[in-house]
């Protein structure tokens, strides 16, 4: 299993940007389709961006579609994720998690290690 640490959240103003990294270790990182998903308080856990192994392909949630971009650096073991005109609600714990089995995909059921998570809070 892939271990997952988060990190480069915090507090921001509506329409700045912030840049959040995820460190793997365990097994063979580039292996893995990931992703970022977030939770708000008093909400369910919702996709936010997926990239495959290999970079090539990569898949973004209708609300920050043109706002966030996520990549990955293989030889380094760190997935990003860009996140540029902030606004309030994209306020939320942001994780990231490596897919099970090698499965591209948005749904949340099939991602199968999580990282513990990263604070985003946008002020307007």
């Known amino acids: 299993q892939v271990q997952l640490v988060e990190s480069g959240g915090g507090l921001v103003q509506a329409g700045g940007s912030l840049r959040l990294s995820c460190a793997a270790s365990?097994?063979?990182?580039?292996?893995?389709?990931m992703a970022w998903f977030r939770q708000a308080p008093g909400k369910e856990r919702e996709f936010v961006a997926a990239?495959?192994?290999?970079?090539?392909?990569?898949r973004y949630a209708d609300s920050v579609k043109g706002r966030f971009a996520i990549s990955r650096e293989n030889a380094k073991n760190t997935v990003y994720l860009q996140m540029n005109s902030l606004k309030p609600e994209d306020t939320a714990l942001y994780f990231c998690?490596?897919?099970?089995?090698?499965?591209?995909?948005?749904?949340?059921?099939?991602?199968?290690?999580w990282g513990q998570g990263t604070q985003v809070t946008v002020s307007s």
């Open positions: 998690a490596a897919s099970r089995s090698g499965v591209f995909t948005t749904t949340l059921a099939l991602y199968a290690s």
């Open positions: 365990g097994r063979t990182f580039s292996d893995y389709p």
């Open positions: 990239i495959s192994w290999s970079g090539d392909t990569t």
